[in-house]
């Protein structure tokens, strides 16, 4: 009884694939309605797509023309801009640039003499202080009394 049953209730259930048979039709049905649309679309698309073309070139052409006038309009202003321009920036510049290059020896030999002399100083100063410290031993105790002496000296005036 079991085994009838069984078979009783697979005959009354359908197999899947008859169940995917509707979706399958409403595929192909609409595949079908977009093949006969899909002229329509191409046609719309590239016609949509040259009026974007011919509209662009047609305002460029609008555009550009009156850059000319402007331009010359203008020009008398551009060329004051250039003169003040090349008064005020580039000529100072220029000239600058000239003096510096023409002085830079002067300026090498110069910074050499300040630095030489400055090696100089301090080297005299040391030379000064060990001849003085070694004749004299008692000299750093003596500038040491001398300046607070000094020191005191100011301090009661």
């Not at 003096?99 to 030489?116: D, I, N, Q, R, W």
């Not at 005299?124 to 001398?146: C, D, F, Q």
């Amino acid at each position: 009884m079991s085994s009838t049953s069984s078979l009783t209730m697979a005959a009354a259930t359908p197999p899947p694939i008859s169940s995917a048979l509707p979706l399958a039709e409403a595929a192909s049905q609409l595949s079908a309605a977009l093949t006969k649309i899909y002229p329509y679309v191409k046609t719309t698309t590239l016609l949509a797509l040259d009026v974007a073309k011919a509209s662009w070139a047609f305002s460029q052409r609008f555009m550009i023309h009156p850059i000319p006038i402007v331009l010359y309009i203008i020009a008398p202003l551009t060329v004051f801009v250039g003169y003040l321009a090349s008064i005020f920036v580039f000529m100072p510049y220029a000239t600058l640039v000239y003096l510096l290059e023409a002085l830079h020896p002067l300026y090498v030999f110069c910074g050499v003499a300040c630095l030489t002399g400055a090696l100089l100083g301090v080297v005299g100063r040391l030379v000064a202080w060990l001849v003085v410290a070694s004749v004299v031993p008692e000299a750093e105790t003596i500038r040491t009394k001398t300046k607070k002496a000094v020191w005191k000296m100011k301090e009661e005036i």
